[in-house]
């Protein structure tokens, strides 16, 4: 027992090193290792034909670890427990995995399952493909409507009866469209289907026969029986039980009854999570590729939410760091040519030229559209419309003619005959950060981006393998 012990040992110890050799090491972030397949991964689907800025392995190995290190940072502040990610990734993960559960022998059990079900409803009275022809009234029309309407059937019957073409005389006064086109032809019908006054009168029929005037909720019918049969077998209707299937898009509801099947089954050991989770690793194992395609999502998921709130959200939000960093880099928001930094506004009375403008003198430029949206558009009437920002040249062509003195061609606004301009030229630079909000915000959110690179450099040990990188794309060849 020893010796078999031993040697199984010995085979499972050969088995590790092969896939070791096989897919070596070639990196570790913080202590993790990543295989080289993973790096092969990620490098070729980012370095693809259709992307302009492709990198080489060696430019492509510090924005991986980059990657990486930001994940790690995710890890330790335990993102990963967030209830918000973990229902996003299970529901990423279980687009991608639920299908498999789909497979060829489920999809033909849920076609068995609905033959089944549908020869139970059907029984022994079977199908039956009438015709008919509609007089159109309701139960509640006006009574002199529904005896004409009556009276109208009783006339066609009696021409039917005296020899008259069924599907002629269908075309011509049946006032269901659908089937009029076709002479009044059904489709084939199984009972529980139709109107039950329609369905009682018709399965009373055998082929060829013709019923009398049948009256129910929608009017008078008179129904011809084409042709009767029973259900045929299963193997004759496969095929399109199959289409049928596809076409409604049941495999999603046959892999989740597949999968409370298979937590059934365990008797309470597993949950539908484990069923999936087991799923995974063996689709995964089996395809390298998705299993690094649902690692990237997870961890793309952990990267956004970990950014978000050391780079993004933070320096939207940093309104004294963002004014420091404006002021420390002025010279980078020079402008070439002048702005205005004001609005055009547009009125109906000459008055409120200077009543805008009194309303706003004294206020934050940011705060101009709500004063303005009060005190003059506050009710259904609209006394102005306002053009507000910072300009250049070619921006606005008021601007262009009332600021810039442009020889430029303007197209008045309805009802708002009168136009005028309100602010101040700006000559080279922005007054505050503000007039430069995007920019600033962009610039400081790329600062903090390379300060808490560098910090995670600091932190987390890296480790690659440059025997094992000089390989990757080209083992195996």
Known sequence: MKFLNLFAAMLLCGSMAYAQQADPVV?????????????????????????????????????????????????????????????????????????????SAAVMAEAVEIYDRTKAQIGERGLVKPAHILIYVTQKAEKDKFEAARQKADSIYAVLKGGADFAEMARKYSQDPGSARNGGELPWIQPGQTLKEFEDAAYALQPGEMSGVVQSPVGFHI???????????FDSLKANILRFIEARGLRRQIAEKRIEALAKESGGKKTREDVIVDKAKELEAADPDLKYLIREYHDGLLLYEVSNRTVWEKAAKDESGLEAYFKKNKKKYYWAEPRYKGMVYHVKQKADVKAVRDCVKDVPFDKWAEVLRTTFNNDSVLRIRVE????????????????????????QL??????????????KKPDSYEDVRGLVTADYQEMLEREWVAELRKKYPVEVYRDVLETVNKHGK
Not at 223 to 233: A, G, T, V
Not at 414 to 427: Q, S
């Open 414 to 427: 309805k009802d708002f005959p009168i136009d005028a301009v309100y602010g101040k030229l700006l000559k």
């Open 27 to 103: 990196m570790k972030i913080n202590g993790v290792p990543v295989t080289r397949s993973e790096f092969e991964y990620s490098y070729n689907k980012n370095n693809s034909a259709d992307v302009i800025d492709k990198k080489t392995v060696d430019e492509y190995v510090d924005l991986f670890i980059n990657y990486k290190l930001k994940v790690a940072a995710a890890y330790d502040a335990k993102l990963d427990t967030l209830s918000s990610f973990k229902r996003e990734f299970t529901l990423y993960r279980d687009q991608e995995i639920a299908p498999a559960f789909a497979d």
């Open 223 to 233: 129904i011809l029986m084409k042709d009767r049969k029973q259900l045929e077998p």
């Open 388 to 411: 507000k920002g910072i300009f250049k040249e070619g921006d606005n062509a008021f601007i262009d003619k009332m600021v810039f003195g442009k020889d430029t061609v303007v197209t």
